[in-house]
């Protein structure tokens, strides 16, 4: 299965200078990609692309998660207000029938 990637972030790099921009423009790019595929976990193997995607991964599965718990706890929330409002309604229609029978056995 080819793996579909996000772009997260974009920068945008020119010089005054066209020509010499356009020299080193694959310097840096090179710079970058040696940086990023240096090996920052020995133990692993892994790389700091590696550890950046992952890094990137987690964060964007917690920010998720966190967004979906005020939704789970708002539902809790709002389980428990319909439980106290029936529990009142029950109250009221027992207060109700203790009131007919009361006046049924004065009258």
Known sequence: MEEQSKNICEIKLHGDDELLWEKLRQKLISVINTFLDNTIDFDKGTSVRDEVKKLASLTLN?????????????????AEVDEIYSKIEKN?????????EAKKTTC
């Open 62 to 78: 917690f920010a998720e998660e966190k967004l979906k718990k005020p939704g789970i706890e708002n539902q809790k929330l709002l």
């Open 92 to 100: 009221k229609a027992e207060a109700n029938k203790i009131n007919v």
